[in-house]
């Protein structure tokens, strides 16, 4: 399913470029700006296996990005800069945000060489757990679980999108092949996305990492920026730390007591490393499981000026009024060509996506 995903997203991107209907629909698509969604960006690696892929881009893509928008004269603006411009109705200028999730170290080894030499500003959400290094980065562990099996064996699956076959039985799946790890990883992705709360799927991950001799507790401490490397990287005047929750659960899953605590306490942590305020939020995962309503409010009640979500869009002068609800443009690691980057900037991609709906706030 993912494969197919992928294959009629490519399919659309083409169809769009090939005929320059794009450029015929930005005027009325492309609305005030765009807040872009990266993740890791770092070097290419070779693995024929790499489910995440789509998560990260190399330095050389950004550098694309960075120059695309620099020749349209589209401003690169903090996130600050671009609540103002929507408070203050000064959208004479279109701009853009670059966001960057979860605190990966590569933001600044790799990212920040990049946005220095464009003068570009950009925020980097930071999880409190990750950054102490006693978080669980989940899809990552559940990456490595199967790139070094040939067969995944569990037997806790909890989940119901799990139970044609499986329920509570033992399941087994062949990851012999690069092909065959793909269906593997993303029918156990899917299911754990489905399980009821955050507890289930790390007692899921972490029972399927000892049974393949996996360290889940590396990874955090390999890959992510601790507390004295995120006060260092916040010095330089290109960088804003925002909050993105305590351990990076589903906040949708939580009751409302622990959905406050996990945003008031990653603030909190935030704010006494850097001795500054954190204005700004990003929700984990963030598409419409992770971020409505209830979860909107919340930001507001936090006190955040902002929050930005996964679901796709544009930004339009008509989110002044939704701005812990704001849309992203995710930079994706299967799609890093000018012509894909030249539809997203469009906003047309977004706008067949979301049905031509200038806002997707409920």
Request: aromatic share 6%.
């Amino acid at each position: 399913m993912t494969q197919l995903r992928h294959t009629v997203i490519r399919a659309g991107f083409d169809a769009l470029a090939l005929s320059g209907a794009h450029r015929l629909l930005q005027p009325w698509l492309a609305g005030a700006g765009t807040i872009f969604m990266l993740h890791h960006v770092r070097p290419p690696r070779d693995a024929a296996f790499q489910p995440n892929r789509h998560l990260e881009i190399t330095p050389d893509f950004l550098r694309t990005v960075l120059d695309h928008l620099r020749r349209r004269n589209i401003d690169i603006v903090t996130l600050d800069e671009m609540r103002r411009r929507l408070a203050e109705g000064d959208l004479s200028r279109r701009f853009a945000c670059f966001t960057f999730d979860d605190g990966y170290r590569d933001n600044r080894d790799h990212a920040l060489p990049v946005m220095r030499a464009y003068d570009a500003p950009f925020t980097v959400f930071v999880t409190s757990d990750f950054a102490s290094h006693r978080g669980r980065l989940w899809w990552l562990a559940l990456e490595r679980v199967v790139a070094q099996a040939d067969m995944i064996e569990a037997d806790t699956v909890e989940a119901d999108a799990l139970a044609a076959g499986i329920g509570g039985t033992a399941l087994r799946l062949d990851a012999a092949t690069p092909e065959a790890k793909q269906g593997a990883f993303a029918r156990l992705h899917d299911a754990l996305r489905a399980l009821p709360d955050d507890a289930a799927v790390n007692r899921e991950v972490a029972a399927l990492c000892a049974r393949h001799g996996v360290d889940a507790d590396a990874i955090s401490r390999e890959l992510c920026l601790s507390w004295d490397e995120v006060k260092d990287f916040a010095a330089d005047p290109l960088v804003t730390i925002g909050a993105h929750t305590l351990t990076h659960g589903n906040l949708a899953h939580q009751d409302e007591a622990t959905a406050r605590h996990e945003l008031a306490a990653s603030r909190a942590d935030i704010e006494a490393a850097l001795q500054r305020p954190v204005r700004h939020l990003a929700y984990p995962y963030g598409d419409r499981d992770a971020a409505a309503g209830r979860e909107f409010a919340l930001a507001r009640a936090a006190g955040f000026d902002l929050a930005v979500t996964t679901r796709p869009g544009m930004v339009f002068a008509a989110h002044a009024a939704h701005l812990t609800a704001l849309p992203r443009v995710s930079l994706n690691g299967h799609f890093q060509s000018e012509r894909a980057l030249a539809v997203l900037a469009s906003g047309a991609a977004t706008a067949l996506w979301n049905g031509l709906r200038r806002l997707d706030v409920a």
